[in-house]
């Protein structure tokens, strides 16, 4: 199994582009989130999702799409980088909600010029 | 809702000692307790967990407990070594589908 993966892993912006960041998963995992994580900061939660078909906001949305056509696929849209967005941006699967464990991708680093 | 506070946000603790960090959650929704190590330019990873129905588990030199009446669970570190050094995280989901992580809590182990 190749677990949690993450393209691109590094990426660079100006402000105003979009750009769309990938992750998949093989464990057929129905719980996906999302996480930024500033430097020397926590994790925070940008949008999840319990299923295909479903999602949901978390902490930080604001400027963040996604969406979730299948149960492996989990992308996560930039609508318009601003420099606020620079972060390392972290994908998590698990089997459930809150009662199992979440694999981590390798996680973006994405820099907004 | 789902709120979760971890203290303390830092810890510097001599090699050999232990080191002890707590998070309080705000519902008693979740039977669910797991602590994340994150090294540098690491992904988090799961160490330990916990579920509802015990107060204690223990893994090698690391542990957690909880407390569901005071409505917080704590990780414990003994024998530290230089390769614990970390920033560790909690992470609740509570009566939501959230799953919240803690602040987190950077340890420094000095040899």
């Known amino acids: 199994n190749a677990g949690v993966t993450q393209t691109p892993k590094f990426q660079v912006l100006k402000t105003g582009q979009s750009m769309t960041l990938q992750c998949a998963q093989d464990m057929n995992h129905e719980y996906m989130s999302w996480y930024r994580q500033d430097p020397g900061m926590g994790l925070r939660l940008i949008h999840y999702s319990v299923g295909a078909g479903i999602t949901d906001q978390g902490e930080v949305p604001n400027g963040y799409n996604v969406s979730r056509s299948t149960t492996e696929d989990f992308p996560l849209r930039l609508l318009s980088a601003a420099p606020s967005q620079t972060s390392v941006y972290f994908c998590?699967?698990?089997f459930g909600t809150g009662d199992g464990e979440q694999f981590f991708g390798p996680g973006t680093r994405l820099t907004v010029l | 809702g789902e709120n979760v506070e971890q203290h303390p946000s830092t810890l510097s603790v001599q090699e050999g000692d232990s080191a002890v960090i707590k998070c309080t959650y705000s519902d008693s929704a979740s039977n669910y307790f797991p602590w994340y190590k994150q090294e540098l330019g690491k992904r988090p990873q799961l160490i330990i967990d916990i579920r509802s129905n015990v107060g204690e588990k223990k893994d090698q030199r690391i542990a957690v407990t909880l407390n569901k009446t005071a409505k917080h669970f704590s990780l414990h570190i003994t024998e530290t070594q230089p390769e614990d050094s970390a920033v560790y995280f909690c992470?609740?989901?509570?009566?939501?589908?959230?799953?919240?992580f803690g602040t987190g809590t950077l340890l420094a182990v000095q040899p």
């Open positions: 998590a699967s698990s």
């Open positions: 992470d609740y989901g509570g009566a939501t589908n959230k799953l919240i």
